[in-house]
């Protein structure tokens, strides 16, 4: 972003109110991001933010379900779905929705594609690499939330924990960044 000269700061403030009002609502247009986040801050409320993340949810069953062929493909379609969520946090600044969503990313992904995943294990190293760092990041943000918030994603957590660590796709990724294998590991890791 572009810094702004002091003298330009000045000028602007000083022209009629009018006339901003104009320049803003031209600049705002251009930022198809900025118009989603003030149509929600201004007009959404809870209700609407759950429908967003519901439909994320209902884009990552169909994604979970089709056959990918690949991991590398599973991967980009797993990026994709990422990138959903990370414009739902951007538009709702819904940050216990960014943990809903990730984790149901990644424990969808692998209960729908766990056989897939067993038979090309041998070409799952980016995969690995992948699905352990958005756990990582999950686990990260997990922690900042009041441990009653927290304990409502126990049996999620350690479903995704336990895959990370006996899937042949993904074990060898989880030792080496360190993820931890269960709930308890994951307080003592985190919760320092």
């Not at 901003?20 to 149509?39: F, N």
């Not at 007009?43 to 429908?51: Q, Y």
């Not at 990370?86 to 766990?114: A, P």
């Not at 999950?138 to 895959?163: G, M, S």
Request: charged content about 35%.
């Amino acid at each position: 972003m572009a810094k702004i000269a002091k003298e330009l700061k000045e000028a602007i403030c000083q022209m009629p109110q009018k006339e901003k009002d104009k320049i803003l609502l031209r600049l705002i247009a251009k930022d198809e991001l900025l118009i989603a986040r003030l149509e929600h801050e201004l007009f959404g409320d809870e209700n609407e933010t759950k429908a967003l993340a519901e439909e994320i949810k209902e884009e990552v069953d169909t994604m979970a379900s089709y056959n990918h062929g690949t991991p590398g493909w599973l991967m980009m379609a797993m990026r994709t779905e990422n990138g959903a969520i990370t414009r739902h946090v951007k538009i709702t600044k819904d940050k216990k929705g960014e943990i809903e969503l990730t984790l149901y990313l990644l424990s969808q992904t692998f209960k729908k594609q766990e056989s897939f995943l067993k038979k090309y294990a041998y070409r799952a190293d980016k995969f690995g690499a992948y699905v352990c760092k958005r756990m990582d990041f999950a686990l990260k943000k997990l922690i900042k939330l009041h441990p009653d918030l927290q304990f409502d994603y126990k049996n999620e957590v350690e479903f995704i924990l336990t895959f990370l660590h006996t899937n042949l796709a993904t074990k060898g990724d989880a030792v080496i960044q360190d993820i931890p294998k269960d709930w308890e590991g994951f307080l003592e890791k985190y919760g320092k």
